[in-house]
């Protein structure tokens, strides 16, 4: 097999494919990073004037507090999902997928190329998220590093995620069935809104299969300094399962699974 032209990998290409993803939901910014922004502020909002002045603290600090990261998490995961699954959805109902995979790019520059366009749109929605946290409620970033690398991995799981949900889905209606009744429920029953430690036993051995509460936790102890487990089991579960998801992108899409007629 002859050396490609443009190289071991396709840098231009790559770089083309992570700017048409960012120019792509930064055309419609108020649906993409200013919704979500006031989408989390509501729930605050909502979560505070009903049960926050009678919740008490949670893990040594007010309920409002204890909130705020995990809606910051949970709306980078569902930004980040929403940004590749329906870039895929799209070209696919409009016939135009082949335009992206006729160019020189292989499966996993492909992969790289969706991810990194995801993982930005996650990534802005938690910098507005975060802005508005320091200015509106006062609070800090007790481990930033952590706070970011959870950030970032969290928009890499659920942008491949989104691929997966993509590649899968034929028509708007399996897109959204997937979202509304899988998820959906992941996110919220994650440990965004609770301690999972208020939960009965059984339950909360099922929440600790659940990737996301690792990711809702892993911020909250970027933010907080406090958390429902150690940060770096999350880190090695949200590792581990962020290489796993990306390891099928590339597999379906060297297959052309689902992509090719």
Same mark, same amino acid.
């Given at each position: 097999?002859?050396?490609?032209?443009?190289?071991?990998?396709?840098?231009?290409?790559?770089?083309?494919?992570?700017?048409?993803?960012?120019?792509?939901?930064?055309?419609?910014?108020?649906?993409?990073?200013?919704?979500?922004?006031?989408?989390?502020?509501?729930?605050?909002?909502?979560?505070?004037?009903?049960?926050?002045?009678?919740?008490?603290?949670?893990? &040594?600090?007010?309920?409002?507090?204890?909130?705020?990261?995990?809606?910051?998490?949970?709306?980078?995961?569902?930004?980040?999902?929403?940004?590749?699954?329906?870039?895929?959805?799209?070209?696919?109902?409009?016939?135009?997928?082949?335009?992206?995979?006729?160019?020189?790019?292989?499966? &996993?520059?492909?992969?790289?190329?969706?991810?990194? !366009?995801?993982?930005?749109? !996650?990534?802005?929605?938690?910098?507005?998220?975060?802005?508005?946290?320091?200015?509106?409620?006062?609070? !800090?970033?007790?481990?930033?590093?952590?706070?970011?690398? /959870?950030?970032?991995?969290?928009?890499?799981?659920?942008?491949?995620?989104?691929?997966?949900?993509?590649?899968?889905?034929?028509?708007?209606?399996?897109?959204?069935?997937?979202?509304?009744?899988?998820?959906?429920?992941?996110? /919220?029953?994650? &440990?965004?809104?609770?301690?999972?430690?208020?939960?009965?036993?059984?339950?909360?051995?099922?929440?600790?299969?659940?990737?996301?509460?690792?990711?809702? =936790?892993?911020?909250?102890?970027?933010?907080?300094?406090?958390? =429902?487990?150690?940060?770096?089991?999350?880190?090695?579960?949200?590792?581990?399962?962020?290489?796993?998801?990306?390891?099928?992108?590339?597999?379906?899409?060297?297959?052309?699974?689902?992509?090719?007629?």
């Amino acid at each position: 097999m002859g050396v490609r032209r443009f190289g071991r990998v396709n840098w231009l290409g790559v770089t083309t494919l992570c700017k048409r993803e960012i120019y792509r939901f930064m055309a419609v910014w108020t649906q993409t990073v200013a919704a979500p922004l006031v989408t989390a502020g509501l729930f605050l909002a909502v979560f505070s004037l009903a049960i926050g002045p009678t919740r008490g603290q949670v893990m &040594g600090v007010p309920y409002v507090n204890f909130l705020a990261p995990g809606l910051l998490m949970m709306t980078v995961i569902q930004n980040a999902f929403a940004n590749t699954s329906s870039s895929l959805v799209i070209a696919k109902v409009q016939g135009n997928i082949v335009d992206t995979l006729m160019p020189p790019l292989s499966a &996993g520059e492909l992969v790289a190329g969706y991810v990194i !366009g995801g993982m930005a749109r !996650g990534v802005f929605v938690a910098i507005a998220i975060l802005l508005a946290m320091v200015l509106f409620l006062g609070m !800090g970033v007790a481990h930033p590093l952590w706070a970011l690398i /959870f950030a970032l991995l969290g928009g890499a799981f659920m942008a491949g995620l989104g691929m997966i949900a993509g590649i899968y889905a034929a028509k708007f209606d399996q897109m959204a069935a997937i979202t509304n009744f899988v998820i959906t429920p992941l996110s /919220f029953l994650s &440990g965004t809104f609770y301690s999972v430690e208020s939960l009965p036993k059984a339950l909360q051995v099922i929440t600790h299969f659940n990737p996301i509460f690792y990711l809702i =936790d892993g911020m909250r102890y970027g933010v907080l300094g406090t958390s =429902d487990s150690s940060a770096w089991l999350g880190l090695s579960v949200c590792g581990a399962s962020t290489a796993a998801i990306l390891g099928l992108c590339w597999h379906w899409l060297r297959r052309g699974y689902r992509l090719k007629a």
